[in-house]
Every structure is written in structure tokens, then in C-alpha cells.
């Protein structure tokens, strides 16, 4: 089966590269248990022979399946199932999105932990009550059951206007397709968890808040790192 861009079930589709189609093949056969957890993936031979990929398009999707913690190589052995992603998260995605997604997660952990430092030091009273007011605002979403996608937004905009660089601005306006994408896929997640997963997403956007109220720069480049780093996380929490 050669692969090609055409949608699953009526998922809308998503350009990505040849490697990115093959990962999120893989991923939904783990997703849906055709390779079950601690099962040894096929020979690389047989993927290429079933995705119609060669093997260095087949090894980088593998390459980023390892990254991402789904995978686990044993030396001599192959490549072998680590952990499944629930198959929500392929439903929610954009087909040919998913390794986009966790890429994204990176630039943003890289762009935003700076940003929020910044922020934390350089921040304006109008700046923090933009960036209390987008929290108070996700609370309601939270109490209310909404996605939230749209003020999750204006937060993490606002922090990086906070900093009073417009190149994090920019850099991060020139990435906001991906960005939505991902937040989409994180929120319509979480609102098939808990209320007590809704509680510790917000309650990570709270630390970053105090934070920056504290101006203290340090704790607020690590909270806005170890929520986007979450983030990415609760994407493959699967059983």
C-alpha cells in the first residue's frame, strides 16, 4: 500500500512528508492494537514493503516514533512497542498531523520558556491583566465544559507580547496554524478525562501566572517548559 494523502474516516487532511504519513500509520496501528504493547514492530523490510516507502523515509518515522516515546529499539532485536496513544488522538487530528503536532510542542517549549521569562521581568500592569484575565477566562471554560482552544490562545499570545520582544511575537504568530492544531488536539482530549485532568492542565497556566507576577524569570521559563512538555505528553497517554 503506497501511501498518499487521503483521509481517514472523514478526518480532514493535513500535508505532511512522506516520513510523517508512514509515523502516523504506525502510531494507528499501535493505537488500535495491531501491534500491541511490547509487541516487536515488523522488519523494517516488511514496513517498507507495506507502506511503499523507502527505507530512509521508514527509519526517520521510526527515528521520531523513538523521540516521542512510543517505541523502544533493543539492539539486534528491532524495534519494539513501548506504549499505545489512545485512538482519540488520532481521531481529533488533522490526518498526517500528529508528528507535526510534537514538533511543534518543541518550538514552542523552545520560543515560549523564553518568552515567559521576559515576561516575568519586563511585564507592564495592562500586560499582567491581559494575561490574569485570559486565565480567569479559561476557568470559566473549565466550569462550563468549553474547549477553550480560542483563550488558550490569547494566554500564551499574551505572555509572549508581555515580553517586549516582538520577534517571539512574531515568531510565534508565523507558527499559530500549528499551534491551533495542537491546542485543538490537547483541549478535545482533556475533555474526555476528568474534571481532575481539566483541574492540573489549568493548574499548570496558574504557576506560570504567579510566576510572572513574582517577576521571577526562572520559574517562569521552567513552568511554561514543563506545560508545553506536558502537553505534548498528553497526547500519547494511551494505555
Known sequence: MTLASEGDGGRPVRPGTLSDQVYEKILAGI????????????????????????????RQALRQLREDDVIQSRQGSGSFVKRRPEIAALDFAPVGSIA?????????????????????????????????????????????GELGVDADEVLH??????SDNQYFVAARASMRENILTGMNL????????TQQRLDLVQAEHYVILDAIERRDGDAARQGMRVHIENARKRVFEGG
Open 31 to 58: 493505537a488500535d492494537d495491531s501491534y500491541p504493547v511490547g509487541s516487536k514492530l515488523p522488519t523494517e523490510h516488511a514496513l517498507c514493503d507495506k507502506f511503499g516507502v523507502s527505507r530512509p523515509v521508514l
Open 157 to 162: 499570545a499574551a505572555i509572549c507580547r508581555a
Open 186 to 193: 490537547t483541549r478535545n482530549l482533556s475533555l474526555t478525562k
Open 100 to 144: 507535526d503536532i510534537q514538533r511543534t510542542f518543541e518550538f514552542r517549549a523552545a520560543i515560549e520558556g523564553e518568552a515567559a521569562y521576559l515576561a516575568a521581568e519586563r511585564h507592564t500592569e495592562a500586560d499582567l491583566d491581559a494575561i490574569r484575565a485570559a486565565v480567569l477566562e479559561l476557568d470559566r471554560c473549565v466550569r462550563d
